[in-house]
Each structure stands twice: as structure tokens, then as C-alpha cells.
């Protein structure tokens, strides 16, 4: 460690603030297990790189925890290296044991100064990391800027979140709580919410964009339509004047409730976005005969003058339907976002082809599709000999076409037609 190779090295002739922020860049680049043993590793390399990542409390801040993978010891050499840094905290856990107490009893008296939380687990728990316990009182959470919890059945979950004082929060996650309901939270600075398995009707998002005017992204996944009562009539809609990223996909266990049904076309009719950018909505798997199109898709480019990008997520809408819901959206939009059923398709590519004949395709320039092997999207442009003007983006993984089929030839077929592009993360494209 102290030979005269490792002191001329290049990368140990480096300035210390350089080092610093190759090793911070790195440490956000990694997640999980590898995130939190990164340090360490740092600090196994030379005796230069242990004493410089002891001094770089901000290289210890991530606190990752899961069922016990990572000892309590551990947790607590990352908490006082940290110092009094901002904490990032993961943890996910399952039964209570001596561990998980050992846990509670080191990170409890240091959530103040958490500036990101992940909670996944029991709804106790989340209680005791957040509120000490106790409902019956404010907690203080100064620094919080995003909160996520997954969480299990929790009929206390919207007070907890009540009881929570975070002047700073920006984004907030609710997973899997089967008791939300789309109410209003004392969060002035938030702008990011992303309800989870929620019940939802224009009355409850309409207060909700009422008291929190602020939000700039909603999402609703797996929600479930309630009753719409006798104040929901036109002119009553969803007033959001800072909205610019809406997403409603209903849920899909509870497709035969007409609420559930006509939920993403009810709130999008209500909707009043001025600042929206991206729409994303979706039916579910099953057709249903009373819902066809969402009301005034053809008056999109009216309703929401800023619109650019459209995804459409397992929407089963055929035939005529289909057409004129493609024919708005590719006039009107930059990007469409399709996950559905294959043979759809062919069905968008007749509609590009006669907007590109009739000199109307001047907007859209992306078009993503998930879900769709290459060999479909070959299939559906086969009779297309010209080039399209625009961009075809898929995962590397659906270029797969079968085991008698030539990938390279079929790639270089549709290449012919659309300027193809195939992505590497998943992740980060396709989970709203």
C-alpha cells in the first residue's frame, strides 16, 4: 500500500477535489448493496484513498437495509462517517427481530436529518421510523425532499402522512396502500405525487389540484373509480395550472366496475392543464363496449395547447376508434408512447403513411414502442417501401424476432423504413 508504484500512479497524482468527485460520481452511478459497500471498497484500496474516503462524510450518507442483508455494526460505521450530512435512506424489511430493533434504535434518533427516504415493509414500522411511534404527534422532518413507502393495508396512512412536517418535499410515492384516496396533503413544496392502488373520482383530484395548485407531476397506477357524486357535472373539472405530467392507469383486478372503467377518459375530459406536456392513460387488458375513446381526444391540441408527448398503455381501442384517436394525436404531439397489443401495429402504421401522403405529419418525430418484437413492427411496415420521417424506439431485448428468423436481415428491413433505436434501460423509459 505504501510502495513507490502506488505513489506515482497517475491516478494517485490526481487533485484531491478531482478524486472526490470521481468517487461521488460513481457512488450515485450504483444502488442497493453495491452502493453501500462502495466506500468501503474506497477505502481497501491504498492507505492515500482509506484516509481520503474517511474524510468524505457525503461518501457515507446512503443507509441501505434489507431483511438483514447489511448488519446493524455496519449501519452504525455509516452513520457517524457520515457525520452530519443529509441522509439517504433504503431500507425494506419483513418480520421484527433483534436486528430490525438494533436498526430502529440507530436511525430513529438521525431521521431529521434524512433528505430521502424508501420504506418498504410493514406499516408499523414505517411508523416508528417516521412519527417514533406515535400518531398522536408532529414529526419534524427538516430536510425530507422525497418520501416513498410501500407499505402493506395502512387505514392510517393519509393521517400519518398528515402528521409529518416536511417544509422541503418535492416528491412523494405512495405504493400498494389500498387505503388511499386522492386528499389533499400539507405539502406546500411538493411537486411530484404518484399514488399507488388509490381510490379516485374528479370530486377528490379536482380538491387536490385545489389545495395543492403546485403539482407539476400526478400519477395514478392501479386506481380504482369511485361513485361519482351529483357535483361532478360538467364545468366542475380538474383545474391544474402548474400540471405538466399526467398519468392515470386504472386498475386492472377491478376492470368490471363501470367506475374503474370510465376513470382515465372522466378525469382527462375534466382535465384543465394550460402547462400539460405529457398525457399518459390506459384501459386495462379487457375491451369494454362503454368505453371507447376518451371524450374530446380530437380536441387535444385545444385543450392542451403544450402537449407533446401521448402514451397509451395497454389500451385495447380498435378499428375506427383507434383511427381517430391516432390521426389527433399524431397531429399534434412530438413523441407517442405505445404498450398494447401487437396487431395495433399495423393499424399505426396506416395512419403515419396516409398523414405522410397528405403532407399532415409535421409534428410527431418519436414514436416508443414497449412490449412489441421487432419482427411485429416488421410485419406491420412490410408493405411500406418509403421512409417514414420519424424515430422508432425499442429495447434491446424485443429485437428477438424467433430462432428460424434472420434478426439482422429484419433490423436492416425496418432501418429501410424508420430511423430505428434501441435503448438499454428499461427502467428509466418505461416506468411512470
Partial sequence: MQS???????????????????????????????????????????????????????????????DGDVKSERIAVQLARSRNHPLDVDLKWGEADSETEELCRLLIPE????????????????????LYGRLDSIKMLPLLENLELRVDYAPDLHFLLQQLSCPRIKRLHIWDSGCMTCSPLPYSSLTVLVLKNCAASVRNVGLLFREMPQIQEFQLLAARGVIPSPAEEPGSGIIAPSLRRFCVVPDVMLWSIPWTQCLAVTLIRYLEAPELRELVFGFGEWSSPAVRIPHGAERWGVQFPKLDVVGLWYGLIEGADLRKLLLSTFQNVRRFRFRSRPRNVAEIVDVLTELVERGELVRLETLDLYGITIWVVHEGLKSRMAPLPLRV????????????????EVVARVRSVVKLEVYEDEHKEWVY
Avoid: C
Fill in 393 to 408: 424506439r425499442m429495447h434491446r431485448n424485443e429485437l428477438v424476432v424467433g430462432r428460424l428468423m434472420n434478426v439482422d
Fill in 4 to 66: 513507490p508504484h502506488n505513489q506515482n500512479d497517475f491516478i494517485n497524482r490526481l487533485p484531491v477535489e478531482l478524486l472526490i468527485v470521481i468517487f461521488l460520481d460513481v457512488l450515485a452511478s450504483s444502488d442497493g448493496i453495491d452502493r453501500i459497500n462502495f466506500p468501503v471498497s474506497l477505502s481497501q484500496v491504498s492507505r492515500h484513498w482509506r484516509e481520503l474516503s474517511i474524510a468524505t462524510p457525503s461518501l457515507w450518507t446512503y443507509t441501505w437495509w434489507k
Fill in 111 to 130: 431521521m431529521e436529518r434524512a433528505q430521502s427516504v424508501k420504506l418498504e415493509g410493514n406499516f408499523k414500522f414505517a411508523i416508528r421510523f417516521l
